[in-house]
């Protein structure tokens, strides 16, 4: 049966701030502005959201040097990372040991990359690396509007949100929070599994009346070092296919290539790391001006 926007006014418990229907909805308990809350205060001109339907498709290596290309084009960036599960930005940006701090007790300072980057994470406020987060919905909420609202930020010409994956409470939350959304970006690897996942976020983004800004391919065949020949170890093409299927933009491919673990390993960026003559590196630059272009005509 297909899914619509539409709730099931039988079924439905009146929860608007938690339904991804709200926007849409015209019961009489979806009061004030559309049963959503307020929109965090936040100088921006356009969020990014990255997210994917599953893990393991190397979201947050390309939400990291997505930012890291912004900033070095001169945009002021921030990059907010949302997996609070599992929050590896730090590590892939080199600031593992770096703490957030707060002048008066009230707002807190971001991590500062380069004179253009700026990073919020859960991973500045554990006393240990491997301490876990085990936390509820309503408490991810609290934070999340926290790393908008309190955070000194300045103005931004991007946010770059790096999501969990999934659809779930983290995704749901910074939609309604945050204000001027771009888009979002859907990274997936080229095999079925991983594609099928993506679609599902697709349908997500959309739901929420929100644009999908592409589809990125990520892993997307590989060059072999000794012999050049490229082998499709987890397929090729399937990002793309999905993309067309869905009607959306297709941002590119990004060849699955060692010397990307080993730049996430040394917290170094692949995009500063290698050299631009690198595929790797053209594809990932490819896909910025492509995004770019996509937000700002």
Same mark, same amino acid.
């Given at each position: ?41 936040? +100088? ?15 979201? +947050? ?32 940006? *080199? ?58 930020? *300045? ?82 093409? *399937? ?13 590119? @491919? ?9 730049? @996430? ?17 053209? +594809?990932?630059? @490819? ?11």
């Amino acid at each position: 049966m297909a899914q619509t926007n539409e709730p099931n006014k039988e079924t439905c418990a009146g929860n608007c701030a938690g339904c991804p229907s709200a926007t849409g909805c015209s019961d009489p308990r979806n009061a004030g502005e559309k049963g959503l809350p307020p929109k965090a205060k936040i +100088s921006v001109k356009h969020v990014v959201l990255v997210l994917s339907g599953k893990g393991g498709v190397g979201k +947050s290596t390309v939400a990291a040097n997505l930012a890291y290309a912004l900033a070095n084009r001169g945009y002021a960036t921030g990059l907010v990372d949302l997996d609070i599960h599992g929050p590896d930005i730090p590590k892939m940006l *080199g600031a593992e040991d770096a703490r957030l701090q707060s002048y008066d007790g009230k707002v807190i300072e971001p991590v500062r990359i380069t004179g253009n980057l700026a990073i919020v994470s859960m991973a500045f406020l554990l006393p240990e690396r491997n301490t876990p987060v085990i936390w509820r919905g309503p408490m991810k909420m609290t934070v999340i509007k926290q790393f908008l609202e309190d955070v000194n930020w *300045g103005d931004l010409d991007y946010l770059i949100v790096d999501l969990p994956p999934g659809t779930g409470d983290e995704a749901l939350t910074i939609a309604q929070l945050a204000p001027n959304i771009a888009g979002a970006v859907i990274v997936t690897t080229p095999q079925d599994v991983a594609v099928l996942d993506s679609s599902k976020a697709a349908e997500f983004i959309k739901k929420l009346e929100l644009r999908v800004l592409g589809i990125v391919e990520n892993m997307s065949g590989f060059v072999c070092p000794h012999c050049n020949e490229e082998i499709d170890i987890f397929g090729k093409g *399937g990002g793309e296919k999905e993309a067309k299927q869905l009607g959306v933009p297709f941002l590119g @491919a990004i060849p699955l290539d060692p010397e990307m673990r080993k730049a @996430a390993d040394e917290g170094r960026p692949f995009i500063i790391r290698q050299s631009k003559e690198s595929p790797t590196w053209k +594809s990932f630059d @490819a896909i910025m001006n492509a995004l770019v272009e996509q937000i700002e005509g």
